[in-house]
């Protein structure tokens, strides 16, 4: 018996007691209005439904917050070859335990021969002796983890003004200096300069801690030149020049099935010379110059275009590869034509890097640097929100890059970067070519976007597939808090009602160093310190949509949404806008042929649980009892932190008294996924 059936039969038995007969009419009228006003859906087993693409949820990813270096990227010496600041070494210091003139400086005089390093930080030691050292230290990016039971990897390359040799002392140890966690004899330096590599290994009885640095330290006089040093922890399947555990395994857990690379911002640079330069990215790091990002910090290029390919490679995605098309985030453009024609070639380059085979010569290149096989590439974007290009040179640009790739490569699909749409969901080409899909980015406060879950259901059905390369409800810092969670789960239920017209989503920003001066963009999915990391609500509604999303979106109408108020943020020197109502119950349903199982997913925004009717029609048939998946908490405002990380994650339970009509309540502030087990 329903929950409904029983408060109906409870209420008559009662009422038709001869004490409480006046009241009977009031209470059958009570109970028709409940009736009426419960929420009811509805979804037909018996349509076919509409096929949900593969590549429906991915990653974005692009140098912000500190997210590569400093965050994915596992380095952990900041400015390792000395360029960040023109003048002063900066995140480096003096190291000397004895009275003397010890100095250290930044020396443009002595380049590696045959490498991209040319800025080296000289240590002058001529009061060196034993017992008393002088050296250099590397505070990394807000500490340098330091682990028991571990071996890092040291390198650096070093010269001397002579022949007489300098031995290197290089150590772990404690921002002050008393404790050493890890030593190594480095070499003795002698003349030129080569490079020295030793593994330094922890105690198995150390409390983890960041509050360290990176020696290299000397009690011998003289004058030593280093450049290029570098510590590396272990890595996410062992890779030299690899990527962070923690970080990669919460990437991984999401199951993306593409990533979007290499950004964003980060792709166009604030000038067109300070572009992502692919080809400055590959090969051995003593080729890497590094160059400004876009956000106020320089990139080391660590993570450069192979080692994006191999992230996608490590996480079982695939690669959606942007290519730079000419204009700048200040403003900068190429137009179409002779001058944009040497970009163009660029992009065909990389392309051919990133799949062609061995015979090719950008292949045989990629076989050089370590993968010879190449990887599947099926997207190109080209450019990145050229709709902010105020000399509107976009049309010009895309036709010149979409005619060279398509004779090229017929089969890639190309993405447009300007989106034609207007409020009521009226499409207008905007690009001479016609584009396999469009690039739409959206990001509101919370209940704005719940607001606009529904913004694809009235979407025009012709013209390209969408892609919405970026998207996020925007509350809590430096990670969401549940009430974007929420939203953000709205949003996802109307792309798999929509999985008709959309191929491809992707969140962003994704990462996040939760240290003070980390943080450029607020509301991040992911955070973490040099010790630790956690994902937001948000991330863990990204695990369940992606986690249970069958192959098949069900036709599904939901009756009697209850609503909640919504007041808009009032804009600048305007008005306060007028409250408006928002539903406070979204759903979405998928089917999995394959594994046999329907995916309800349901959010409830209001602070009451809501019981809905489940109604499944046509002849498919489930058992009843399945499994239900929920994230909640008690207030919108709750949220993970470094120090409390599971405070809000999912949590799975028996359901029981499913079938073809069930009432179900759903918990305040939650985000559901119930699992149906179908039977025929």
């Not at 160093?513 to 509604?541: C, E, F, K």
Request: hydrophobic share 35%; aromatic share 10%.
């Amino acid at each position: 018996m329903s929950s409904h059936a029983k408060l109906v039969h409870s209420c008559h038995t009662q009422l038709t007691s001869r004490r409480y007969l006046p009241l009977l009419v009031l209470a059958s009228t009570l109970i028709s209005a409940f009736a009426s006003a419960q929420t009811t859906v509805k979804i037909d087993l018996s349509k076919p439904g509409i096929p949900v693409s593969s590549t429906l949820y991915g990653l974005m990813t692009e140098e912000i917050n500190y997210s590569y270096d400093g965050g994915l990227y596992a380095e952990l010496v900041r400015n390792r070859i000395f360029r960040d600041d023109e003048k002063t070494a900066v995140h480096w210091s003096l190291v000397q335990d004895v009275d003397g003139t010890a100095s250290i400086a930044l020396d443009t005089g002595y380049p590696v021969a045959g490498t991209a390093l040319t800025t080296s930080l000289r240590l002058d030691a001529a009061q060196a002796s034993t017992g008393h050292r002088v050296g250099v230290a590397n505070d990394g990016y807000w500490g340098i983890p330091i682990k028991p039971d571990t071996s890092y990897r040291a390198s650096f390359y070093a010269r001397t003004a002579g022949a007489g040799g300098v031995p290197i002392t290089v150590s772990l140890e404690g921002s002050d200096g008393k404790t050493v966690y890890a030593q190594a004899i480095g070499g003795k330096i002698n003349g030129e300069w080569k490079q020295y590599t030793v593994t330094l290994k922890t105690g198995t009885d150390i409390k983890p801690t960041a509050a360290s640095r990176l020696v290299l330290s000397t009690e011998s006089p003289g004058t030593v030149w280093f450049n290029l040093v570098s510590l590396f922890p272990p890595t996410y399947k062992d890779r030299p020049n690899g990527n962070r555990i923690d970080l990669m395994q919460k990437l991984v857990d999401m199951k993306p099935a593409f990533l979007r690379f290499p950004g964003g911002n980060y792709l166009e640079g604030d000038t067109v010379a300070t572009r992502f330069k692919w080809k400055e990215t590959l090969g051995p790091l003593n080729q890497r110059p590094g160059h400004p990002g876009t956000w106020k910090y320089r990139s080391s290029d660590g993570m450069g275009l192979l080692e994006f390919l191999e992230w996608t490679e490590d996480m079982g995605a695939e690669p959606v590869l942007a290519v730079f098309a000419g204009y700048a985030l200040k403003g900068e453009t190429i137009p179409a034509g002779p001058a944009l024609q040497p970009f163009v070639d660029e992009a065909l380059e990389e392309i051919e890097y990133v799949m062609g085979d061995v015979n090719t010569r950008w292949g045989a290149q990629r076989a050089r640097d370590g993968h010879p096989a190449p990887f599947k590439l099926r997207y190109v974007e080209i450019g990145n929100e050229d709709g902010f290009d105020k000399q509107k040179t976009y049309d010009g640009r895309y036709t010149q890059f979409h005619d060279a790739i398509k004779a090229r490569y017929p089969q890639l699909k190309l993405i447009s970067t300007v989106n034609g749409k207007d409020d009521l969901g009226q499409r207008q080409l905007l690009t001479s070519r016609v584009p396999d899909l469009i690039d739409e980015h959206y990001y509101y406060d919370p209940l704005a976007m719940m607001n606009d879950a529904k913004r694809y259901d009235t979407y025009s059905r012709s013209g390209p597939k969408i892609f919405i390369g970026e998207w996020a409800a925007r509350e809590g810092a430096p990670t969401t808090n549940l009430i974007s969670a929420l939203a953000d789960a709205a949003w996802m239920t109307g792309m798999e009602r929509n999985a008709d017209i959309i191929e491809m989503s992707c969140y962003a920003p994704l990462l996040v160093n939760v240290n003070p001066g980390g943080m450029q963009w607020r509301s991040n999915l992911i955070g973490y310190d040099a010790q630790t990391s956690y994902g937001s609500p948000s991330y863990h509604v990204q695990k369940m949509f992606q986690t249970y999303l069958g192959e098949v979106s069900l036709p599904l109408v939901a009756e009697n949404i209850p609503t909640q108020t919504w007041q808009p943020k009032a804009k600048k020197d305007q008005p306060v806008p007028a409250a408006r109502q928002v539903p406070g119950l979204f759903f979405s349903a998928t089917t999995s042929e394959q594994r046999g199982e329907i995916y309800l997913k349901v959010v409830n925004a209001i602070g009451t649980p809501q019981m809905v009717k489940i109604d499944l029609a046509g002849p498919i048939r489930v058992a009843p009892q399945g499994k239900a998946i929920s994230l909640r908490s008690d207030a919108p405002g709750d949220t993970n932190t470094i120090d409390a990380p599971n405070r809000i994650v999912p949590v799975s339970s028996a359901a029981h008294g499913l079938g073809s009509q069930f009432d179900y309540s759903f918990a305040p502030y939650s985000v559901t996924v119930l699992v149906l087990s179908r039977t025929r």
